[in-house]
């Protein structure tokens, strides 16, 4: 399985972006999740969906500001991102399991090649 993400930019803080990665090859039952790594920091877990989509997890830090969701007729999940602070700066990171769901990067045996995100004070 290869993953693709995409929509990642320069937004000011409080704006939004919305992050989509499209997987190659068939995904249907695999779960799925982004994570992120900002400089000089460990990547972290942001979010997580189930493989129906009925299943999410949120990072503390996100909660109530992104948004996780899938479309599996396109293959793809997405990450809304609302009121964007300067410390989500980071590059994101796309993921799939065909064995686990949760927040271990660990867990996670597909990856995509990272979208960089960049908010301004």
């Known amino acids: 399985v290869q993953l693709q993400a995409s929509g990642g930019g320069l937004v000011q803080a409080g704006g939004s972006l919305r992050l989509s990665c499209t997987a190659s090859?068939?995904?249907?039952?695999?779960?799925k999740a982004w994570f992120r790594q900002a400089p000089g920091k460990e990547r972290e877990f942001v979010a997580s969906?189930?493989?129906?989509?009925?299943?999410?997890d949120y990072a503390d830090s996100v909660k109530g500001r992104f948004t996780i969701s899938r479309d599996n007729a396109k293959n793809a999940v997405y990450l809304q991102m609302n009121n964007l602070k300067p410390e989500d700066t980071a590059i994101y990171y796309c993921?799939?399991?065909?064995?686990?769901?949760?927040?271990?990067?660990?867990?996670?045996?597909?990856w995509g090649q990272g979208t960089k995100v960049t908010v301004s004070s």
């Open positions: 993921a799939a399991s065909n064995y686990a769901l949760g927040s271990s990067a660990s867990f996670y045996n597909s």
């Open positions: 090859g068939r995904t249907l039952s695999y779960t």
């Open positions: 969906i189930s493989s129906n989509g009925g299943t999410t």
